[in-house]
């Protein structure tokens, strides 16, 4: 397909869905990343990616997130994070019916050992299991410590599919929204959709026992905090 007309689709694509919020949004509640970013999840038809040593972002919840801000992973001032928050909150939206977003997330192990605090985790595992429970247009998937090295286990990245005829789609490799780098050639996307099916078949539980998985975490989470 012709640059211009990959364009033309593309811009289809990413005006497809709630027909722009993310533009109405100034620099101070989101930057240029952010809001394209917010684009693509709303024009896509599907998403699948790793999303390495953190709980993906359309499944974290707001404690989550704060929490990650504590850590030092941002340096928004309080104001800035609560529109953040708000963003973010729209953004989970994409999951909803009536045009829900099909998603498909592998994330390892290491995330749910890497606790915050124990109530925060405890509930944002249970936030993880019911969304599953309530959307089935959604699918997480654990690699386990047991299966060891895995491909693209250092990297992080997302595929989005727009579900147009003859459009590839694109990889972001850096999902940050701040610096992030998308590609979509089709060699190298073909190329992060077979690791990523790799990876979902043959190394990360399935989604049944991660769902299991999971709820075994939340209680042995809930235990160590008393309840």
Partial sequence: MPDGERADWRRLAESARAK?????????????????WAAYEWGARSIRGYSGPVVPGLLQTDAYTEAMFE??????????????????AQRRTVLDPPDPLEYHVVFDESVLHRVVAPPLMADQVAHIVEVVRTHPNVTVQVVPFSAGLYPNIAS??????????????????????????YVDDFAQVATYSRIFETMARDVAASPSDTVAMLRRWHGTLRKSRGD
């Fill in 156 to 181: 992080v990245f997302t595929l989005v599919d727009f579900g147009i005829e003859g459009d590839d789609g694109l990889v972001n490799l850096e999902p940050d929204l701040v610096s992030s780098v």
């Fill in 71 to 88: 850590a030092g992973m941002s340096t928004r001032a309080p104001e800035e994070r609560r529109r953040f928050a708000a963003l973010k």
């Fill in 20 to 36: 722009g919020w993310w533009d109405r949004l100034s620099t101070a509640d989101a930057s240029p990343g952010a809001r394209r």
